[in-house]
C-alpha cells in the first residue's frame, strides 16, 4: 500500500513538473510575442525568422525604433517576466 501511494506521488509530483514546464514555454512564448508586437508597431525590421514570419518586414522601416514611456515600461515588464521564468 505505501509503494502503491509513493508511487502515485511521484506520478502526480513528475506530471505536475511537466505541465509547469509546458506552462512556463507557452508564457514564454506569449511573452515574446508580446515584446516584438511593440517592436512591429513601431516599425521593426526583424532579422529573426520567426519574428519575420510572425510579423512581417513588409512595413519596416527601422533597426531603432523610438517608444513612448508607457510601451518602455512595457517592454520592460515583459523582460522581467522573461527573466523570471527563465525564457531564452
Not at 515574446?32 to 521593426?44: R, S, T
Request: include cysteine; aromatic fraction near 12%; proline fraction near 1%.
Amino acid at each position: 500500500m505505501n509503494k502503491l501511494f509513493i508511487g502515485l506521488i511521484t506520478a502526480f509530483s513528475m506530471s505536475f513538473g511537466v505541465s509547469a514546464f509546458a506552462d512556463n514555454a507557452k508564457d514564454c512564448e506569449k511573452l515574446k510575442d508580446e515584446y516584438n508586437l511593440i517592436y512591429a508597431a513601431k516599425g521593426f525590421c526583424f532579422k529573426d525568422a520567426d519574428a519575420k514570419a510572425k510579423f512581417g518586414n513588409e512595413n519596416c522601416n527601422t533597426t531603432k525604433p523610438k517608444f513612448s514611456e508607457k510601451e518602455q515600461q512595457k517592454l520592460d515588464s515583459i523582460k522581467a517576466r522573461q527573466k523570471e521564468l527563465n525564457c531564452k
